[in-house]
């Protein structure tokens, strides 16, 4: 029925650790009601699915939920061959597009070395008048991920008999718990946000502004990248491909960058956020999307001590929120 409250969970499978968040709401996410981690050793390829819905299994059983609790379920196909772009093509229909799909894709996104890719579209303005007088346009978002990162969050969910709603990507789902949390910083949405996600085994820059611009890239390693000893190197290099990429958005886009935020474990690195803001030039904040997680939630204590870790997480619980990117 329309307008009443819904149940949803965001599974976020990631390289070293399971994030959840179940959260209630109708046309948006309204209140988490739980929030938990659980940390899984890395294993040989073969046994991943295994250590990870272990890790899953373990971690609802200490929140008390069972999968009849979970309502909605979205879970994200991540790892660092995710590509990510918005475009600007001549208009198509749904069919249309869904046969130039595979051209677009070799054109527009990173699939070199990425072994069976999945593509995905969707149409974010289907009637836009482009620049320099070239026609109508409509602006759309293309995706692409390995299938062996789709397959591993399925068969990781089907351990435990879940079957999920959704299956986004990683980026995407950053993306609108970032635009979610920060509306404020881009006015009436002619800037843009940018959050730099520091995971276990890389690390990520994703940008995106409401009235257009969309882009996720790969910017250099995991949490080691930044604040341990003998990392400086790996630290500068990460920091350029953060500018590089800050200054192709701005002039492809046209919009402004109006602030940088921090996600994944490293942000909570201390130094982290200021060592990024001294580099960068600019102030950088960790993105916390359970900072207002109410005392009653179930797991709130641990999650308290790990926001910025279940920005995607969260973001997954948002997908049917009434505004995404």
Known sequence: MAGSTMTRTGIDLGTASVKLVRAVGAARVEVITHAGLEEWDRVPSGERVAAAAGALRRLLRRLGLRRGQLGR?????????????????????????????????????DLEGMTEPVLDAQILDPSLEAPNGEGPRMRVLLAAAPAAARDFALAVLDELG??????????????????????????????????????????????????????????????????????????????????????????????????VFLAGGGALREGCAESLGRALGREVAPLDPIADLGREARGARQAAAGGPRYVTACGLCRWWDEDDV
């Open 162 to 259: 879940i079957d999920p709603h959704v299956v986004d990507v990683e980026p995407l789902a950053a993306l609108n718990e970032l635009l979610a949390r920060a509306p404020e910083r881009t006015g009436a949405g002619a800037e843009a946000l940018a959050l730099l996600d520091i995971g276990a085994a890389h690390t990520a820059l994703h940008v995106a502004g409401r009235r257009g611009g969309v882009l996720s890239r790969r910017v250099g390693d995991g949490v080691g990248a930044c604040g341990e000893d003998g990392a400086a190197d790996r630290f500068a290099a990460m920091v350029d491909r953060v500018r590089e990429t800050l200054t192709f958005f701005r002039g492809r886009h046209r919009r402004e960058i109006a602030g």
């Open 73 to 109: 379920v979205a879970v994200a196909a991540g790892g660092h061959e995710v590509s990510l772009r918005e475009v600007l093509l001549p208009p198509l229909t749904a069919e249309e597009l869904r046969r130039a799909l595979p051209y677009e894709a070799r054109k527009h996104l």
